[in-house]
């Protein structure tokens, strides 16, 4: 055995996932998959050949030790990119069985749920893939139940709602009393959920370029490039940009999505202009492109999921990452349609699907993969903020 291999044998056995010097102590035992990330990141300490790749391994280099508040720390750091596991000589079938993104993923599903509010339903974490599939289904009943009654029976579905559009299926003041609660629960719970996460982690101030540099990496999804900015690995060696660009096409065109709806609520209360909008109006335009762009990148990152090098995955996780990707991907299509199909038969049927898939969406918010991307933000300005301070790691005095 090399010096090398000696050290990392040591560390592996050292791996016990007891509290380091940074974050809070965690108030239970650790968990199996906290402790597996601790297992695995003391081996890379030992050996550090990753250290160029992203976040997580200088982050990592500053604590000898690894508690829960450091495992929910890195694990969101992580961005999933596998370009360790494809280069470490301890990964599987090695007997270290070194994979740090199967093992981040893990412990970012329990934080998921660890972090919920209200604490009770992150249980719905369990089987997302079921609640979303409820929650789809329910809320496409919601609509076209409401459809039959206001329009008087099943063979007025496949009427044309005229000039009036969506309004004259359903009132203004009907779709904000649905959905008003909906979103204002949904920001709620996502708010207060973050804020759990960002106390346990005690990170310190921020500062404006703290605030910067993490809003800039954020945004141009800076770990998606591997290290080196070829890309990161799917499923195989090859370095790939493809899930860095499909995850900005859904990113940007989920935003201009919410700027089109932004613009049509000023049109509506400020400008006192009333949906249907004309197809050169600015929230057509915008809804468009932004229906484009989550369509691609949610089409895109789907295709990349089931591509995925089989060790890079969490098998329990799939059901949640997959059902996300096609409720993304059925808003944008839906409403595509919908803006292809004003004044046809179909369009109160496609409406009612829109409309659909768009409450499951914001119903299922606070308790699904969207909150992935609050936590990595989180993550992300914890580490500039403790980049900048000085580390704790010193030689004891003689």
């Known amino acids: 055995m090399s010096p090398l291999e000696s050290l990392v044998a040591e560390a ?36 550090r050949y990753c250290e160029g790749y992203c976040a997580v391994f200088p982050a990592m280099t500053r604590r000898l030790a690894f508690s829960a508040a450091d495992a929910h720390f890195l694990a969101n750091l992580c961005h999933h990119c596998g370009a360790c596991l494809h280069a470490c000589q301890y990964a599987p079938p090695h007997e270290f069985a070194v994979n ?48 039959l009654l206001r329009r008087g029976g099943l063979d007025a579905l496949g009427q044309p709602a005229g000039a009036a559009g969506l309004y004259a299926v359903f009132p203004h003041g009907l779709m904000v009393a649905l959905f008003a609660p909906v979103l204002g629960w949904a920001v709620l719970a996502l708010t207060l959920g973050l804020r759990r996460f960002w106390r346990g982690q005690a990170p310190g101030s921020a500062g404006l370029p703290a605030l910067a540099e993490a809003g800039g990496h954020a945004l141009r999804l800076t770990y998606l490039g591997g290290g080196h900015g070829a890309g990161c690995n799917n499923e195989d060696d090859a370095y790939s940009l493809w899930r860095r660009r499909a995850h900005h096409a859904t990113f940007y ?4 999505c919410f700027a089109a709806t932004s613009v049509a609520t000023l049109y509506h209360y400020a400008l006192g202009r009333e949906a249907p909008y004309a197809f050169d109006s600015l929230p057509k335009l915008l809804g468009i492109a932004g229906g484009i762009g989550l369509a691609l990148g949610s089409a895109g990152l789907g295709w990349l999921n089931l591509r995925r090098h089989p060790l890079q995955g969490e098998p329990t996780q799939r059901p949640m990452d997959r059902g996300f990707i096609a409720l993304l991907f059925l808003v944008a299509v839906s409403g595509l349609a919908l803006a292809a199909g004003h004044g046809s038969a179909a369009f109160v049927g496609l409406l009612c699907l829109h409309l659909g898939a768009v409450m499951a969406l914001f119903a299922t918010l606070p308790y699904g993969k969207f909150a ?26 003689d």
């Open 372 to 397: 992935h991307g609050l936590y990595r933000v989180a993550a992300l300005l914890k580490w500039s903020i403790e980049k900048r301070q000085p580390s704790r790691l010193k030689l004891a005095d």
């Open 12 to 47: 592996a056995a050292l791996g016990d996932g007891q509290p380091g010097a940074q974050g809070a102590a965690p108030v239970r035992a650790a968990t199996a998959a906290e402790s597996e990330v601790a297992r695995v990141l003391q081996i890379c300490n030992a050996c």
């Open 253 to 256: 065109g989920f935003m201009l």
């Open 100 to 147: 740090v993104p199967q093992a981040m993923a893990r412990v970012r599903g329990q934080t998921y749920a660890d972090y919920a509010w209200p604490p009770a339903l992150g249980r719905l974490y369990r089987r997302n893939g079921l609640v979303l599939a409820a929650a789809l289904a329910g809320a496409l009943a919601l609509f076209l139940l409401l459809a």
